[in-house]
Structures are given as C-alpha cells and as structure tokens.
C-alpha cells in the first residue's frame, strides 16, 4: 500500500524567500513587501453562513503569501507557483462584473471591489503567488487568495482598514464581492472571516446575522487540542471537486424559498425559535411540516439542526466532553449526507473509516461535493487513521487521499 502524503506548511521564511523570488524572477524588481492569509477549516456549521446561522472555524497553519508591488496605472499582472512561466494580465479600468477569467479572477476582483467600494486611490499591481493551502481541497484556497490579496492592497495602498478586527470587515467584503460577483463562485463570508479574524489557539464564533457590528458578529472559543490530549486529522479526498457547477447555488436558491415560505428574513429566525423551545424536536416537526416537499424539509432540517451543533459542540468541547463533541461532528456529516445530500462516496467513506478506527467523530468540512474531512482523535492517531483511509481509497480505485496537520493559527499578516 502506499503511504499517504502529509502536506506540512511552508515556514514563514521560506513563503517570503519564494514568494519574493518568484516576484524578481518574474518581473525584475523587488516587491513591496510579503503577506499571507491562511486557509480554513470549519469544525462544525456547515452550510449556515447564508442562512444568518452560525459557525466555527480555525484558521490553518497553511498560508498563501504574496509578494506585491503598486502600480501607477490600473494594470494587474500576476504569476503563481502553480504556472511559473505564465503571467496574467488584466485591467481595472472599465472592468465589469466576471470580466476576468481563470484564477486571476480573485486578486484582480479583490482591487475591483475596493474600487467599487469608493476607493479610488487604489491602482494597478504586479503580485507573486505561493501557496501551500491544497487546491480543490474544500479548505478556502480561494479565500486564502483574495485575503492576502485584500490586506496587501490595504497596506501598499495605505487605506488602513488592516490593522483592526473592525477595520479587516471592509477587506472580507471586498473579498467576498471578488469571489461572488468576479470568479463567479458563490460564499457566504464564512471563509474570509476565518481567514482574516481567527487567532492562534482559538476557533471563531462566527454569527452570520446580518446587521451586527464587528465585535457582536465574531467571539474567540479556545480551541487547545493538546490539552484534551487530541489531535485534529483534516484528510482532503481528492475527489473532484467543483462548487460553481450549480449546485451550491440551488441549495442556497432552497434556503432562500424555504424563509419566504416560512415568512421570516432566513433560516436564522425558525432556528433559534425552534433551539430555544422547550421541546426542539416537535417544534422542528410543527415548522418542517409548513414546507411543501421532501426535499425542502430535508434542506430546513439540516440548517436548523445544524446551527444548534455549533453552541453544543462549543460547550462539550470547553467542558472536556469530549464523546459529545465527537457525536456532534457525526450527526453534522450524517445530516450533510441524508438531509443536505452534499456529500460524496470519498468524504463518506473517509468519515465511516475514520469513524471505524477510534475517531471521537468525524464529518466533511466546507462545501462538499468533494473535498475533505475532519477527525477529532487521541493525539499521534492521525497518521494511522489517514493511512488506513487511504489504503480503504487504494482498494476502491478512488484518487490517493493526503492529509494535513491542523491546529488553530493565526489570521492574515504582514510578512515583510
């Protein structure tokens, strides 16, 4: 069998060193300076973020960094460790809405939003790319992009929305205005609020609720797995993995129909009603039964239920119920793959091996439809759950699996 591939993190020498050579390399002059924004996992509120709902994620150790340099006209050159020898170009001015294509579509959106957003004094830029945060993986290779871009444009451009939580708000939405209306992808804000606004050792509360103030929308939950003796295993299935294929969108699009029906703003509002009632499960069953199919109810279920997972798991897990913060990870991916059916024969199978080798819990993360998993187990057990998934993998045909180490780090930085 062959042994599965762990991806470690580039160390923050190393990023700068590649990043600032790439740069030289590719254009002949030194960059301004270096940032990074970090991919993400979320522990548990999967699907929420549109729905006003709640999540918990950590910012990974696995960073992209790029290298910057301002421009005095409105061009956009960029390169990317990915494809060293290609550069590509794109203008500011006049640009519309999905008028970029390919991957250049995210940094140069990043500048188009801010521009939008009434900052005129941003110009042009050349940038360098490297990334160690998996392509495809579902852990926020995007969002790992567009926030590195945002803060980097935010410094080299001096509009000094950076250096605060509440002023980091204004770089996520022009993150996330680059990610729906250029590159086409659709996200709620979950991934750029990790990305920007997670701190070591500590997993974000992050409450989507539209209207509320920087400090009301996001709490910092200690999230120590050493002190539990556990270790986080994210697998990522190397299933592929496609989001803007529609789907994403028509469960977005069921949400979004189910609240009109239900006759509130979103799903936020049934939820917290039906959580804070005496008898949950009968006022679950009194609110599915207003919705006219299956599968409505089906999608409604798996909101409410899983907006509810997200303050329990945080509770089992600050009081060191572990056991409970193990079933809840299962009853989010069980409620993922029956009720929100965004799961795929990889990530299921990934979670039932995990699960069958003395995981507490395991679930997928991100989006689904591909992508990767997430299993709390003792610490030093990761290596051997991996390599038996990816044997489980090796025996059914499907593409080798490879695994990260994970631990809550830190947000976006400047890093020279």
């Known amino acids: 069998m062959t042994a599965v591939e762990f991806i470690e993190p580039i160390a923050h020498e190393e990023g700068v060193e590649k990043a600032t050579k790439l740069f030289a390399d590719t254009y002949?002059?030194?960059?301004?300076?270096?940032?990074?924004?970090p991919g993400r996992v979320n522990?548990?509120?999967?699907?929420?973020?549109?729905n006003a709902g709640l999540c918990l994620p950590i910012a990974l150790p696995h960073r992209t960094f790029i290298a910057v340099k301002p421009r005095e006209d409105t061009k956009v050159r960029l390169v990317s460790d990915v494809a060293p020898d290609k550069v590509a170009e794109a203008d500011l001015d006049g640009l519309q809405a999905r008028g970029v294509d390919g991957w250049a579509a995210y940094p140069t959106g990043v500048a188009w939003a801010l521009r939008e957003a009434g900052f005129d004094q941003v110009k042009g830029f050349d940038a360098a790319f490297v990334s160690c945060v998996p392509l495809g993986s579902g852990l926020s290779s995007s969002a790992a992009m567009t926030c590195s871009t945002a803060l980097a444009l935010d410094d080299v451009y001096g509009l000094g929305y950076g250096s605060t939580d509440t002023g980091r708000v204004t770089l996520i939405n022009a993150a996330i205005k680059s990610e729906n209306d250029m590159a086409g992808a659709s996200t709620g804000g979950l991934d750029q609020n990790a990305s920007m606004r997670c701190t070591e050792g500590?997993?974000?509360r992050l409450d989507c609720r539209p209207g509320l103030t920087a400090l009301e929308s996001v709490s910092q939950q200690e999230f120590d797995l050493d002190k539990y003796g556990l270790e986080l295993l994210v697998l990522d299935t190397r299933a592929p993995h496609q989001l803007n294929d529609g789907q994403y969108a028509q469960r977005r699009s069921a949400c979004e129909k189910a609240a009109e029906l239900l006759g509130v703003a979103n799903l936020r509002e049934v939820a917290d009603e039906v959580n804070a009632s005496a008898d949950p499960a009968a006022a679950l069953d009194a609110v599915l039964?207003?919705?006219?199919?299956?599968?409505?109810?089906k999608r409604v279920r798996h909101v409410i239920t899983e907006i509810g997972r997200v303050d329990e798991f945080i509770k089992a897990f600050a009081e060191g119920d572990i056991k409970t913060a193990g079933a809840l990870f299962n009853a989010?991916?069980?409620?993922?793959?029956?009720?929100?059916?965004?799961?795929v024969a990889e990530l299921d199978t990934a979670v039932d091996v995990a699960r069958a080798n003395g995981a507490y819990g395991a679930r997928m993360t991100g989006g689904g439809f591909g992508g990767s998993i997430i299993a709390l187990v003792d610490k030093g057990a990761g290596h051997e759950i991996a390599q038996k998934i990816?044997?489980?993998?090796?025996?059914k045909g499907f593409n080798a699996p490879r695994a990260l180490p994970a631990y809550a780090a830190a947000s976006a930085s400047r890093e020279a």
């Open 202 to 204: 500590h997993a974000i």
């Open 390 to 395: 990816a044997d489980e993998f090796e025996a």
């Open 28 to 37: 002949g002059t030194e960059p301004a300076g270096v940032w990074a924004a």
């Open 289 to 297: 039964a207003k919705l006219p199919d299956e599968t409505t109810k």
């Open 332 to 343: 989010s991916h069980d409620s993922l793959r029956d009720d929100y059916e965004v799961t």
């Open 43 to 50: 522990l548990i509120g999967e699907h929420t973020d549109y």
